[in-house]
C-alpha cells in the first residue's frame, strides 16, 4: 500500500531516468559514427534521430548541433536535460519514499547537467560527457537496487525502466527495420552502430560472432531471454512487477494490467522465432508498441487514477 | 556593530573581558590550530553535503534556474548544560500555559471573564477561528509542535521574542546541521559532550500518535504539505521520510462520511492524525479560504466529528499574535500561578492610549511591528530608520493603532561565525522547538539562525540570514574539561 501519487512518480522517476539513458547512448553513437563523413554515417544520424521522433533532413545533416540540442536543451521537453530534470523532480516530489543514497545520485547527475559548465563540458568532450552520464545512470539504479526496499515502490520504479526500455527499444528496432523491404540494411558499420545504440554490440558478438546480420539483430534484441535490452526481458520484467505490485488489488488481474502483460510476455516467449522474416517483424513490433502503450494506460487507470465510487467502504 | 547606543551584546564565546568562555575552550582551540585553508575546506565540505541532500531553494533568474543552498555557517553554538535546564523549564511551563489558555478562549472563556486579558484582544484577531469553539482537543494540546523564537540579552539572560504555535519550520535544519557538524568537527564534537538532537522525528511522531490513541489503537499518521514548490518542501518529506509516515498533498486525500481517507494503489486508506504543514486558511476551502486549493474539501467537519486530529489545532496563532504576547506573563500567573521562568520582552501595545503616546514620541528608540505580520515584514527599525520613514510609519500606526505593538531595540546576543575565512562574530537567535501531546518535551538542541550581514539584527532567511548547529552540552561531560 502506498500513495497513489507516489506510486505513479516513482513510475515516471523509472521512465525518465531509462529514457535519458537511452537518449545519452543515441547521441554518444551517431556522435562517434558521424566523425566519419560516409554515407553509413549519415544513415547512423538518420536512425538515431528518427528513433527520437526527430528524422529532420537539416538535423540528420549536422548531428552535432543536433546532439547538443538532444544532450542540452531544457526547452525540449524530450531532452535528456529535461529527462533528467523531471526524474529529480518526480523524486523530490516522493523524496520521503527512496533514499538517501539512491536520491543523492539522481541529484548529482541533475546538478552536474544543470551547472553553468554543463555546456563547455559538452563542447570540450561531449563523449565523455555522455558516458559520464550513463555511468551515473548505472550508479543510481545501482543504488537503489542496493538500498531500497525490493517492495511496491521499487516494483513501479521499475516498471517504469522496463516499460520505457521496451519501447524505446521497440522504436529503434521499428524505425531500422520498417523499410526493410524496400531499402535492404547490410551495411555492417550501420548495423554495428544499431547494436551499439542498445548497448547491445558485445553481447551479441559473444552469442552470434560478428556476423552481423539484421535477422540475427532482430532475433536477438527481440527474442532473447537473457539480454536485459531484449524487448522479451523487459516484458518477462514488467509482468513480473505488476504481479508484484497488484497483489493487493482485485481489479488489476482481470482485464487490468496484469492480464495484458502476461499476454504481451506469452507473446514473445512463444514467438515463431525461427520463421521471424523481416516484414513479419515489422508487425510484430507494431503489436508490441501497442500493448506496451495499452499497459501504460491499465496501470495508471488501475493503480493511480481510479473512480472513488468502485473504492470507497460500503 | 549595530548603534543602539545601550549595552555592548552579549558575545557566546568571549566574556566582556575578553576571555574564552569554559564551554567554548575546545571549540576556539580546535579553530586555531586551522589554517585559514583547513576552514575554507569545512566550510566547503559542509556546503557539499547541502547541497547533495537537495536542502536547497530554487533560485530563478536568465533563462536559467540554478539550486542554492541555505546559508549555513561551520562554527556550532554551544549552550552549557546550566542555560539550557532554565531554557528547558521556562518553555515548557510556557508551553503548557499557552495550550491552557487556547483550551479556554475555545471553551469557556473564564480568562477574559476575569478581564486578564482583553475580551475583544482574542476574540476580534483574525486568527482567532470561531470553528474551535467547544472542540474537544485530546490532553488540550493544541500547539503540538511549538518553535519559540528566544534572545540572550545583553547581560546574558535568554528571553522569548515570540511564540510560533502555528506551523513553525526550521527544525530540519536543527536535525540537517547536526548532520554535517559531526562531519566537520567530529573530535570536538566527542570531546564536547553534545546532547543529541536526533530523537525529534520519533518523539514527534509519539506525540502525533498521543492525539488519537485514545480512540484508535495504532492510528494512521501523515503529514500534509501544501507541495513541492513549498520553501520548506524540504523540511515536510525529512520528517515524513524519518517519521515513516506517508507525505500527502491535499489533492492525496477524500473526505467521505466524515472520515479522511488517502487515495493509495490498493484503495482508499483511513487517516487518523494529520500534521499538517499548511496554515489554517488553506487546510479546507469548505470552512476557510474557498480558493485554497491545497487542502481538503470536508476535513474540518471530519475533524469537528471526532475522525480524524489535525496537528497543530487550527485557531492556536491567537496565542502566539503579537498583541497577545504581551499578555504570556499573565497567562502564565493566571493558569499556572508562577512567574514566567523566561521574561518577555518589554512590549508596548498601540491600543492601549498611553501606551501609543509614547510609542509616538519615542519612534526612534522603538522597534514597530504589525501585528498581523511575520517574517520580518511590516515593521520599523527606529534607530535605523529616516526621519520620512519614520513619519509614514507613524501615521499608520495612528490610523489603526490596534495593528501595532513597539518593543524597545533589542540586543541580539553574537556569536562567532566563518566570514570570508575570517572569524567574526555576527548576531544569533535560537528557536528551540517543543512538541507537546500526552506529555510535553523541548528537544535538546535548536536552530540558531545568524544574521550574517554585519551589524544586521535580522535573521530571517527570506531576509539574509543564514543558522548554525546549537550544542546543548551534557552537563557532567562539562565538568571534565579543563
Redesign the interface.
Known sequence: ???????DSLYWIGRYVERAEHMCRLSDVMLNATLDRTESAAQVARIALSAVGDADPAKIAAPYEAAYALTLD?EDAGSIASSLASAR?NA??????IT?ET??RL??IY?RM?A?DAAKAFTDGSSAFLHDIIGDLHLFKGAADATMSHG?GWG?LLLGVHLERAQLIGRLLEVCFRDARDRPINDHTLLTNVLRMSCALEPYLRRYTADVQPRKILEFLMFDEEFPRSIRFSTARIEEHLTG?SR??EAASHGGPERLAGRLKARLQYADVENLTLDGAAGFLTTVLDECAAIHSAIYET??A?S?EM???A | MSDTGTALPYDEMLTAEGEVRPHYAALDNRVASLAGEELAERQRTLERFF????ITFTVYGGD????RIIPTDLLPRIIPADEWATIEAGLTQRLRALNMFLADIYGDQQILMDGVVPRELVLCAPSYRREMQNLYVPHQAYSNVCGSDLIRQPDGAFAVLEDNLRVPSGVSYMLANREASKRTFPGTFRLAGVRAVDRYPDLLLATLKSMAADWRPNPQVV?LTP??YNSA??EH??L??LMGA????G??L?V?DNMVY????????RIDVIYRRVDDDFIDPLTFRRDSGLGVAGLFNAYRAGNVVICNAPGTGVADDKAVYAYVPAIIRYYLGEDAILPNIETYLCREPSQLSHVLANLDKLVVKAVGASGGYGMLIGPHASVAERATFAEAIKADPENYIAQPTIQLSTAPCLIDGQIDPRHVDLRPFILSGEKITVTPGALTRVALKKGSLVVNSSQGGGSKDTWVLAGDTEETQP
Open positions: 500500500m502506498m500513495l497513489a501519487r507516489v506510486a531544457r523532480e523530490r516530489q516522493v523524496r520521503d519514499q538517501t536520491w543523492e541529484n548529482l546538478l544543470t553553468p511496491e513501479f505490485v493487493y488489488v493503480f493511480v481510479y472513488l473504492r470507497l467502504p | 547541497l547533495l541532500q537537495g536559467s534556474s540554478t539550486e503529514v507541495g513541492v518542501y524540504y518529506a525529512y515524513a521520510r506517508p507525505l500527502v498533498e489533492r492525496d477524500v467521505h488517502m487515495r493509495t494503489t490498493t484503495g482508499l486508506k
